[in-house]
């Protein structure tokens, strides 16, 4: 991938990106999301070279993607910061609403991290139930503190 193309959704289909979520693997992240790329999968750094998730939404909202899934991956052993993917996936998405307040944007992110030896497809879509939106004020779904339920098992 070089960067321009971020997954191959087009208008009406659903976007799929990985996110790489630390800085000491953002170059394995993106090699390793580079072979992932011929199933459909985009590839974003949250820290360090590459992309950013911004830019990357901002690319699928060009295209006129209204529905992107998101899956975190790391090549770290221990807990990431997966609580960080949702809150700068619902920055963007609140920030999209004020300039586009009749776009229809969906974003679900993975409750499974994508680890060494798995894949995005291994994660299956019921890790991908959590959508990141769903108001833009104080009382919307996002301000709700998640269940304990609805957590990221690397948090546990």
Avoid: K, Y
């Amino acid at each position: 991938m070089d960067g321009t193309d971020f997954g191959m959704a087009g208008a009406g289909a659903t976007g799929r990106l990985l996110v790489g979520l630390t800085f000491p693997d953002a170059g394995e992240c993106a090699a390793r999301a580079a072979a992932f790329a011929a199933g459909g999968w985009g590839h974003a750094q949250m820290q360090g070279d590459g992309v950013s998730l911004h830019a990357a939404l901002d690319g699928f909202a060009e295209r006129g993607v209204r529905r992107v899934d998101l899956m975190g991956m790391t090549t770290l052993d221990g807990p990431v910061p997966l609580s960080w993917l949702r809150r700068v996936a619902g920055a963007w998405l609140r920030e999209r609403r004020e300039t586009e307040p009749d776009g229809e944007f969906v974003l679900r992110v993975c409750r499974h991290v994508l680890r060494p030896g798995e894949t995005p497809e291994g994660a299956g879509d019921a890790g991908r139930e959590d959508a990141v939106g769903g108001g833009v004020g104080r009382r919307g779904l996002w301000n709700r503190r998640p269940d304990r339920r609805n957590r990221s098992r690397d948090r546990r």
